[in-house]
């Protein structure tokens, strides 16, 4: 009844259940450990967060590529 394609069969699903499982239970705990770290710096008058979040808003990025539709020079081609 049980031959050695079965027990194959039955080791990949066991294998991929433990895998999405592991997966799982680290996504939850990335979750969970996130949000202890937002919570410990809070000191509860309210006022801190949002200093932070007005000083974050109001820097810009720094501009690293500026994409244009303008060419400054023809390319060359090859022959």
Known sequence: MFDWQTIAVALII?????Y???RGLKRLRSFRAAGAARASGATGCGSCGDSVEREQ???SAPLLVQI????????????
């Open 68 to 79: 244009s539709t303008r060419r400054t020079a023809p390319r060359e081609r090859r022959r």
């Open 57 to 59: 808003a109001t820097k």
């Open 14 to 18: 066991i294998g991929a259940f433990v």
């Open 20 to 22: 999405v499982l592991r």
